[in-house]
C-alpha cells in the first residue's frame, strides 16, 4: 500500500460528482467535544474513525471545524495542495503575540517562503553531524548529573538538555555569563508558549489586544532585549563566517534582492525555533525511554549495538517512538476556497487536519500497530505519507533532521552510560500539555 501511495500520480477524480459541505462526524454540541478532545483526543480520533471511516468532522471551540484525514492519498493530497490554498500559517496565529510577525510559523504564502529559504540552510540534514560533538557533550554532562537509584522523571531533564542544546547551536551562546540570564528569560518565554492558563487569554482577547497587557509584555520585552543583544554582537563579530552556529548563519543569510535579514526577522525565528524546537524534542526523548523501559529486550539490543558503534537500531527506534507516540497528533491547513477532497466539496474556511496518530495506526499500513516494534523499520523505511511525525509538504518541519540526529545523541549516551527501569508498573498514558502529548508521569524511571 505504501508502495502505491509513494509512485501514485495526482489522485484521480472521484467518477461521482463531490458532495458539497462537510463529511460526518459526532453529532455532539461543540463545546462537548471540545471538553472530550482536551482530555481524550486519541480515544475521540480512534471512535470516530471506526464509526465514520478514513475522513470525518470535529468541532472545537477557537478552532473551528476540523475535518479529519488519515488516508494516505488524502494525506498527500493536502500536503501537495496548492500553498495559496491550504494555509498553515492562519492556524497558529496564537502563537503571533509571542512569536511575531515574521515567524515561519505564523506566515503564509509568499512571506511563508521567503523566511523559510533562509532558515533551511542551517537545518540541512549534513550540517548536523557538526553540531554532534556540542550535542555530546552537553548529554553526557546532564546525564552524569542526575540521581540514581530513586524514581526520577525524566520529562524536566530532557527539557534541560533540549534547551541547552539550542542555546549552544541555535543561539550560539557560550559565554556563562551571558548565557545565565538568557537561559533564564528563554525559561520564562517557554513558559508562557505553553501555559494553558496564559494562551486561553490570548485565544480569548485576540492575539492583537494580548500585546497590551502590562505583565505579558513586560515578560517578552526582556527576552527581547537579551535576543536583540546577541544579535547586535554577532552582528560585530569579526569571525561570523566560521561560526556554525545557526544565529551567526541567518545574520550572514540574505534575502532573494540581496538585503539581510532585519533585527525584528532574526528575533522571530530564533524564538520560533526555540519555541518549535524544545518541547517537542524533550518529549520525543521521554517517550522514547518510557518506551524503551517497558521492553527490556529491546533496550539491550539498543545498548549493545551502541557499545559497537551501530545506529540501525538507534535510528529504528527513534522512528518507532515517533509513531507510536507522535508528539503533535495532527497539523492543520485552513482553506482559502472550496476543495474537493474524498469525494467532499470543503468550503472554505475548513480546516484540513491530516491526523498523524490515525495514520501511525491503521493496521493496514503498520501490523499490530499499537505495539512497539522498532524492528519494523529496519525492515522498511518510513514513507513520505506514512509516517508524519514532522507534517508534510511545504511546512514538513524544519527541525525534523535536527531532532533525530539529537535523539540519537541523547539516547546513546544514556543507554552507554546508565542501566534504566521503570519507576511504576503500568505504561504511561498521553497527556495533553499545549499541544504535546507527553507521557503522564513524565517518564518516570529508575536509574542506576
Ligand atoms: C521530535 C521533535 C519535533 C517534532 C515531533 C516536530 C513536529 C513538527 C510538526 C508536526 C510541524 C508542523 C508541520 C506541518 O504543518 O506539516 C513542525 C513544524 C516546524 N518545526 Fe518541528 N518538530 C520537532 C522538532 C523541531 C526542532 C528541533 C526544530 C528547530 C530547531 C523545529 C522547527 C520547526 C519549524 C520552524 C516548523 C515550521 C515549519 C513551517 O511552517 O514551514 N521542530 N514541527
Redesign the pocket.
Known amino acids: 500500500m505504501e508502495a502505491a501511495v509513494e509512485d501514485a500520480a495526482p489522485t484521480a477524480a472521484p467518477a461521482a460528482p463531490p458532495v458539497p459541505g462537510l463529511p460526518p462526524g459526532p453529532r455532539m454540541p461543540r463545546a462537548l467535544q471540545t471538553a472530550i478532545w482536551s482530555r481524550q483526543a486519541q480515544w475521540m480520533l480512534r471512535q470516530s474513525r471506526a464509526r465514520f471511516g478514513e475522513m470525518f468532522t470535529i468541532k472545537i471551540a477557537y478552532e473551528g471545524t476540523w475535518v479529519m484525514v488519515s488516508d494516505p492519498e488524502l494525506v498527500k493530497q493536502v500536503?501537495t495542495g496548492d500553498p495559496r490554498t491550504f494555509h498553515?500559517?492562519e492556524g497558529?496565529d496564537v502563537l503571533r503575540p509571542f512569536l511575531g510577525d515574521n515567524s515561519?510559523?505564523v506566515?503564509d504564502e509568499k512571506p511563508?517562503i521567503g523566511?523559510?529559504r533562509l532558515?533551511l540552510p542551517p537545518?540541512h540534514g549534513e550540517r548536523m553531524q557538526g553540531y554532534g560533538e556540542t550535542m555530546t557533550e552537553i548529554a553526557a554532562r546532564e546525564i552524569e548529573s542526575w540521581p540514581t537509584g530513586t524514581p526520577h522523571k525524566l520529562r524536566p531533564r530532557m527539557q534541560a538538555i533540549?534547551l541547552e542544546i539550542?542555546l549552544e547551536t541555535?543561539f550560539g551562546v557560550h559565554d556563562k555569563e551571558r548565557l545565565e540570564p538568557l537561559r533564564v528569560a528563554l525559561r520564562d518565554f517557554l513558559d508562557l508558549t505553553t501555559n494553558p492558563a496564559v494562551l486561553l487569554p490570548v485565544l480569548l482577547v485576540g492575539p492583537e489586544r494580548v500585546r497590551s497587557i502590562p505583565t505579558f509584555r513586560k515578560r517578552i520585552d526582556r527576552v527581547d532585549a537579551l535576543i536583540h543583544s546577541e544579535i547586535a554582537e554577532r552582528r560585530a563579530a569579526e569571525d561570523l563566517e566560521q561560526r556554525d552556529d545557526?544565529l551567526s548563519m541567518l545574520v550572514a543569510a540574505r534575502h532573494e534582492d540581496g538585503s539581510p535579514m532585519s533585527e525584528a526577522e532574526i528575533r522571530d525565528?530564533l524564538l520560533?525555533?526555540?519555541v518549535?524546537?524544545?518541547e517537542?524534542?524533550a518529549?520525543?526523548l521521554s517517550w522514547a525511554v518510557e518506551r524503551l523501559v517497558r521492553h527490556p529486550e529491546k533496550l539491550e539490543r539498543l545498548r549493545a549495538e551502541a557499545l559497537a558503534g551501530e545506529d540501525a537500531y538507534l535510528t529504528a527506534t527513534i522512528q518507532e517512538t515517533?509513531r507510536l507516540r507522535?508528539?503533535?497528533v495532527l497539523?492543520?491547513?485552513k482553506l482559502t476556497e472550496p476543495v474537493e477532497i474524498g469525494g467532499y466539496e470543503l468550503p472554505a474556511g475548513t480546516r484540513v487536519t491530516?491526523s498523524?496518530y490515525l495514520v501511525h495506526r491503521d493496521p493496514a499500513i503498520y501490523p499490530e500497530p499499537d505495539r512497539f516494534l522498532p524492528e519494523r523499520f529496519l525492515e522498511r523505511p518510513p514513507g513520505t505519507y506514512t509516517w508524519?511525525?514532522?507534517?508534510?509538504?511545504?511546512?514538513?518541519?524544519?527541525?525534523?533532521a535536527?531532532?533525530?540526529f539529537?535523539?540519537q545523541v541523547v539516547l546513546r549516551e544514556l543507554v552507554k552510560r546508565r542501566q534504566i527501569a521503570p519507576a511504576r508498573p503500568g505504561s504511561e498514558r498521553p497527556f495533553r500539555r499545549a499541544i504535546t502529548e507527553t507521557p503522564r508521569h513524565d517518564a518516570e524511571v529508575i536509574l542506576s
Do not use: K
Open positions: 500536503f498553515a500559517g497558529n515561519v510559523l506566515l511563508h523566511q523559510r532558515l537545518f533540549t539550542i541555535v545557526i525565528e520560533t525555533l526555540l518549535a524546537g524544545h517537542t524534542t518529549t520525543a515517533l507522535p508528539v503533535i497539523v492543520i491547513r491530516p498523524i508524519i511525525p514532522f507534517g508534510g509538504g511545504v511546512r514538513r518541519c524544519l527541525g525534523a535536527f531532532a533525530q539529537e535523539m
